[in-house]
Nanobody, 125 residues
Framework: VQLQASGGGQVQAGGSLRLSCAAS????????LGWYRQAPGKERELVAR???????SYGDSVNGRFTISRGVPKNTAYLQMNNVKPEDTAVYYC????????????????????WGQGAQVTVSS
């Protein structure tokens, strides 16, 4: 099972960026996909989250600027980042909540928290 993040990079303040998170493997369920971020010297924080039913939640600092959506297939999530600010600079981590998958032996496994690799986002002023 893998959470593949893509779309990070450098952007100027006021610009836009789109991140993608694709979950692959022998997955049979994902309760929610989301993004967290961590800036140097700061704790990891929620950016946005979307459930299998389409319910969304956002961190206060990005609400109104960022939009999370599910793709087709639903094991993909997108984070549209608009009007970015220098304080949005961080490593963005894709996260799956309650990810159910089959291991190599075919046993069902339920991972409460499953993390992908980070994607660096740098916003210049």
């Amino acid at each position: 099972v893998q959470l593949q993040a893509s779309g990070g990079g450098q952007v100027q303040a006021g610009g836009s960026l789109r991140l993608s998170c694709a979950a692959s493997g022998r997955i049979f369920t994902i309760n929610a996909l989301g993004w967290y971020r961590q800036a140097p010297g700061k704790e990891r924080e929620l950016v946005a989250r979307i459930t299998s039913g389409g319910a969304t939640s956002y961190g206060d600092s990005v609400n109104g600027r960022f939009t999370i959506s599910r793709g087709v297939p639903k094991n993909t999530a997108y984070l549209q980042m608009n009007n970015v600010k220098p304080e949005d600079t961080a490593v963005y981590y894709c996260h799956a909540d309650q990810l159910g998958y089959y291991n190599d032996r075919g046993d069902p496994i339920n991972a409460r928290d499953y993390w992908g690799q980070g994607a660096q986002v740098t916003v210049s002023s």
